[in-house]
C-alpha cells in the first residue's frame, strides 16, 4: 500500500533557559500575573503548581536530566512547568510526569500531592493511543505492512481511548479539588510535506487531539480546560527554520528526538498556557 493511500485511509477512517526567552514569554503573560508587589508575591507563593503526565510534559526534548533516580527524563531547567513557574505566581512543587507514562500512570503520579495544589497541567494519552509505536514501526518505511499494522493499532485505540481520558481527568479533579486543571495538546511535530513519515505523524497527532479535546468537553466543567498549542507550534515543526522541537539527523535515536525543545517549551508551550489566560493569578 503507498504512502498516499495509508494518508488517504487514515484520513477518512478518523473523520540553561536564556533571559531572552523568559522575556519573550514573560510577554505574552497577563500584567496581573507579573506585576506583583513584595506583599503579592509572598502570597503567590502558596498558589501551588504540580505537573503531571507523559514525556511532553517531562521535558524529555530539553535535557540535561535531574538526576532524581528515575528513567522519567524530566528536565532540569527547560521543561515547560518550570518556565511556567518562572513567569507566572505559581510555585512548582513538582513535575511529576515521566518519559513513557499513559493514563494507568496517573493515579501514582497523583499519591501525596496536596488537595490545596491550585494549578496541574498535563500532557497525556499519546502513549495510550500508540504514538511510540508508530514512531517506531513507521520511521524505516511509512508504506510498509508494518506501518500499516502500526496505524491500525492506533485507530483501535484511539477508539477506546476517550473513557480512559474521562476517569483520567475525573481522578485528578477530585484529588486536587481547588486547583483549575490544563490539558494540553500535542502539537504537530513536522513542517507538512517534511517527510512522509511526518505527514503520517502529523494526521496522527490531530486524531489524538480531536479525542483530547472532546474528552475535555465532556467533562463540562470550566475547572478543566483544554489547552490547544497548534497556534503557539505552527510554523516550527521539525525541518522548518526555527524549530521548536528536539531532532538529531545524525542521531535519530536519540532520547530527546521528537520533543519540545527549550523554544518549544517557552515559545510554545507556556505561551499558549499564559495566552489561554490559564497562568494568571486565581
Do not use: W
Amino acid at each position: 500500500m503507498t504512502n498516499h493511500r495509508l494518508i488517504v485511509r487514515f484520513l477518512s477512517r478518523l473523520g540553561a533557559l536564556s533571559l531572552l526567552t523568559v522575556g519573550l514569554v514573560a510577554g505574552v503573560a497577563t500584567a496581573p500575573a507579573l506585576a506583583q508587589s513584595t506583599a503579592q508575591s509572598s502570597a503567590a507563593s502558596a498558589l501551588g503548581y504540580v505537573a503531571l503526565g507523559d514525556s511532553f510534559t517531562a521535558g524529555q526534548g530539553a535535557p540535561p536530566y535531574a538526576s532524581d533516580g528515575t528513567l522519567c527524563l524530566r528536565s532540569k531547567r527547560a521543561s515547560y512547568p518550570v518556565i511556567a513557574a518562572l513567569v507566572s505566581p505559581y510555585r512548582l512543587v513538582a513535575n511529576r510526569a515521566c518519559s513513557g507514562a499513559s493514563t494507568a500512570d496517573i493515579p501514582a503520579q497523583l499519591l501525596g500531592v496536596s488537595t490545596r495544589t491550585a494549578l496541574v497541567t498535563l500532557t497525556v494519552g499519546g502513549i495510550d493511543a500508540g504514538s511510540n509505536a508508530v514512531l517506531a514501526a513507521c520511521a524505516p518505511d511509512p508504506t510498509s505492512p508494518v506501518c500499516g499494522g502500526a496505524i491500525d493499532n492506533s485507530l483501535a485505540a484511539l477508539g477506546v481511548l476517550a473513557p480512559k481520558l474521562v476517569a483520567t481527568y475525573s481522578a485528578v479533579a477530585a484529588a486536587v479539588p481547588q486547583a483549575k486543571i490544563a490539558v494540553l495538546s500535542y502539537p504537530r511535530q513536522f513542517k507538512p510535506g517534511f517527510s512522509p513519515l511526518g505527514d503520517l505523524v502529523n494526521t496522527a497527532t490531530d486524531a489524538l487531539n480531536g479525542v483530547i479535546a472532546g474528552s475535555v468537553a465532556a467533562m463540562a466543567t470550566p475547572r478543566i480546560r483544554f489547552v490547544d498549542a497548534a497556534q503557539e507550534f505552527a510554523g516550527h515543526g521539525i525541518g522548518s527554520v526555527i524549530p521548536y522541537f528536539a531532532f538529531d539527523p545524525l542521531n535519530p535515536l536519540a532520547v530527546a528526538n521528537f520533543h519540545p525543545n527549550t523554544l518549544g517549551n517557552s515559545l510554545g508551550y507556556t505561551r499558549a498556557l499564559a495566552n489561554d489566560g490559564v497562568l494568571r493569578r486565581p
